[in-house]
């Protein structure tokens, strides 16, 4: 028996799967091959629901069942204006966990998930926001720390971790940010996580249908390259997403001090000013990803970019990182095992 069973004993339990490796959501890539990748290979896919029309959901959600009989969960934004009607979909095909992301849902939400049938996965970017969640009846966190990909947090996951999984026990708690070894996962299980999750890793992943020249550049990047959204001047703010630093990134810091010109300018007003800054990347992700304009495009990737260094199969992946945690235990305790690599092969 692996030490990992007895470590993430409870985060396997609460997803139903064979190990507690959570693939996060990530739009546009995390769609039915991806997310039946990785719950076949005995992680747990989730889709990315992201702007998907209620009926679009619904299409996803059923090639996703007709690929994987394993559990899954659906990450739903939201701000999303049909949130309603997207649990709706979610319940009506029995999916067993939805993810609400992007700031704390409404109590009715909870309900409305909860009700149905479905188990509830909140994000808690700080240790007050987790227990609101625990109150409302999260049955579990991701403390996802600022080295993650996409939308961020302030604080990274060192600190998350430090904050929150010493003192958050009645719900298992998944860590997320950074994370592209397995020893970084076998450390903070032993610090009190049930699990983790990582986006980064499977973008790139065979199954994963990024373009390739979005997985190229996943390849070819270091840490430092993922960068976060620079915002150029305190009246407009700009959402902070981490990504990699292209010609996109630096349009971008033009575009901010053109419009602040044209609103000192009198030609905007501020609202106008504000919807101009962020309307900047609107499709930005989809260009990259799909259509593989990685120098326009928003190539969004955490800091863990840098331990991507091949196009592997996800359960290559997860077995490295299973290989990689267990490898390190053993190190530590004396005992001999096959090194990492090896055991991936
Ligand atoms: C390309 C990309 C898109 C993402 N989109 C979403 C999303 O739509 N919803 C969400 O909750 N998180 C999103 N994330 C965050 C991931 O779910 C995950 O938490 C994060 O990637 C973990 O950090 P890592 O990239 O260092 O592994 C995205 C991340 C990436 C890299």
Redesign the pocket.
């Known amino acids: 028996m692996s030490v990992l069973d007895h470590l993430w004993a409870r985060g396997c339990a609460f997803l139903g799967t064979r190990t507690a490796i959570m693939g ?7 769609e039915r091959h991806l997310v039946s990748a990785i719950s076949n290979a005995g992680g747990f896919g ?1 889709i ?3 702007s998907m029309t209620p009926a679009l959901l619904d299409a996803e959600i059923a090639a996703t069942q007709a690929l994987t009989d394993k559990p899954f969960g659906v ?1 739903l ?1 939201t701000m999303h204006p049909q949130l309603d009607e997207l649990i709706g979909v979610c319940v009506a095909h029995k999916v067993s966990h939805v ?1 609400l ?2 700031g704390v849902p409404t109590a009715s939400a909870v309900r409305a998930v909860k009700d149905g049938g479905a188990r509830l996965i909140g ?1 808690a970017p700080a240790l007050v926001l987790a227990k609101r969640l625990i109150r409302i009846g999260a049955d579990a966190l ?1 403390i ?2 600022s ?5 961020i947090g302030p604080v990274s996951l060192a600190v998350l971790a430090q904050e929150i999984l010493p003192t958050v026990r009645e719900v298992p708690v998944f860590v ?5 070894r397995g020893e970084a996962i076998l450390a903070f299980l032993e610090m009190g996580a049930s699990g983790a ?7 790139a992943a065979t199954e994963s249908i990024a373009h390739p020249r979005f997985k190229q550049a996943f390849i070819r990047a270091n840490a430092r390259d993922a960068v976060p959204s620079v915002q150029l001047d305190a009246q407009f703010p700009v959402i902070p997403v ?2 990699l630093a292209n010609d996109g990134t630096r349009r971008f810091l033009a575009h901010q001090a053109e419009t602040l010109r044209r609103f000192q300018a009198g030609e905007f007003d501020r609202e106008a000013a504000q919807l101009s800054i962020e309307h900047f990347w609107a499709g930005a ?1 989809r260009r990259a ?1 799909i259509d593989g304009d990685v120098e326009q495009g928003s ?7 840098g331990m991507v260094t091949a196009i592997q199969p996800v359960a290559v992946i997860i077995a490295e990182l299973i290989a990689q945690a267990e490898a390190a235990h053993a190190a530590r305790s004396g005992a001999c095992v096959p090194d990492a690599a090896s055991a991936a092969a």
């Not at 080295?147 to 939308?151: D, K, V």
């Not at 999750?197 to 973008?203: C, D, H, P, V």
């Open positions: 996060g959501a990530m739009s546009w890539v995390s989730v990315a629901c992201g990450n934004i993810v992301a992007g994000f991701v996802e720390g080295e993650a990909g996409g939308h997320a940010g950074g994370i592209g999750q990582l986006g980064t890793r499977f973008a981490r990504g992700l990803v190539v969004m990737a955490g800091q863990s970019v």
